[in-house]
């Protein structure tokens, strides 16, 4: 390989600019050149792609966002969206390709791999955590670090008002991110995707947890099937009208910001692996970390939807939130 074309795709994450320094750097550092793609697959269709350098990526690493842009493409969804993206990358020489994203960017990449003659590998990033194929995707610890924050200053005000908030955080339909900052902001219940959730029983808990507590947090992820944070807060009224109950959506909050220093070691570890990875003849895989050792995981596999939850999560919100 000679020249890296590398984008990153979908919702941004927090490290991803670490990511494209690590990439940049060590493709300067094994005399590769290196090709920026601007806005995911999007970019590549319309020919946004320009020329990168160990200088391009200064003063990037603190940055949250992608200096590279983002999109969902529409149009690489199609075989003739993705033969045009093709004939951009041989137009500009470009003879691998480093994607950064979630799921929908490996999908892609998958089916563009599966077409054309070209080695592909993936970086995890993705505030979801909810690929197979390593322990922490890029910008989860980050934005898990923002909810904690938010969350901490949500309990001052609950605590004050004697309230019940529900607090609803993203995660689309994982609720890795509900189920750990649920522990870390001490919520007396949260509510995911991957387990049934009776309201009822919900309720019960609330009422028959520690009487003289002033505040209770409901942590629920976003992709939940109990019908969203404002119905269970709805639910939760109807059943206690004593309660005082307020809802809180955080929104795109948890994908800004600084990232962590997890999230940048990580994504300066997979950043280099990945232009290793190339140089050594892999292609179709998602690099990661499992167990703090580089893995290595073919795209249809990283991207199956049943990154599995630790029950005993669960029941340490059962057990602590007493
Ligand atoms: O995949 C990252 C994520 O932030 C999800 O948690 C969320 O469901 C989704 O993206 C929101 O996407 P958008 O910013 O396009 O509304």
Do not use: W
Not at 132 to 161: C, L, Q, W
Not at 224 to 245: C, L, M, Q, V
């Amino acid at each position: 390989i000679n020249n890296i074309g590398l984008f990153t795709s979908g919702g941004d994450a927090p490290g991803m600019n670490a990511a494209i320094r690590a990439v940049v750097r060590t493709a300067t550092y094994y005399n590769l050149q290196v090709t920026g793609i601007r806005r995911g697959y999007e970019g590549m269709i319309n020919g946004e792609i320009f020329p990168m350098d160990g200088k391009s990526v200064a003063n990037i690493i603190q940055r949250g966002g992608t200096i590279l842009k983002t999109a969902r493409s529409e149009q690489f969804r199609t075989p003739e969206g993705r033969k045009i993206a093709y004939e951009q990358l041989q137009k500009h020489g470009i003879d691998a390709l480093v994607a950064i994203g979630g799921d929908g960017t490996f999908t892609g990449a998958r089916a563009f791999g599966a077409e054309y003659d070209i080695p592909i590998v993936g970086l995890p990033g993705t505030i979801d955590n909810d690929l197979i194929g390593t322990d922490f995707t890029i910008g989860y610890d980050t934005a898990i670090n923002t909810v904690i924050d938010a969350v901490d200053k949500i309990r001052d005000t609950a605590e004050s008002h004697d309230r019940v908030f529900i607090v609803e955080v993203m995660g689309r339909d994982s609720g890795l991110i509900a189920l750990r900052t649920g522990i870390a902001s001490g919520a007396e219940a949260i509510v995911i995707p991957e387990t049934e959730t009776d309201l009822n029983a919900l309720c019960n808990r609330l009422e028959h947890g520690r009487k003289d507590k002033s505040s209770k947090i409901v942590l629920v992820a976003e992709g939940d099937n109990a019908g969203g944070a404002f119905e269970i807060g709805r639910h939760i009224k109807e059943r206690f009208p004593h309660y005082d109950t307020r809802v809180s959506i955080l929104g795109h909050i948890q994908r800004g910001g600084r990232p962590s220093c997890m999230d940048r070691v990580l994504a300066s570890r997979i950043g280099v692996a990945a232009v290793e990875a190339l140089r050594n003849g892999h292609r179709n895989e998602m690099i990661g970390i499992i167990h703090n050792e580089l893995s290595y995981t073919p795209f249809e596999h990283a991207i199956k939807h049943n990154v599995e939850i630790n029950p005993n999560f669960l029941k340490i919100v059962e057990i602590l939130s007493i």
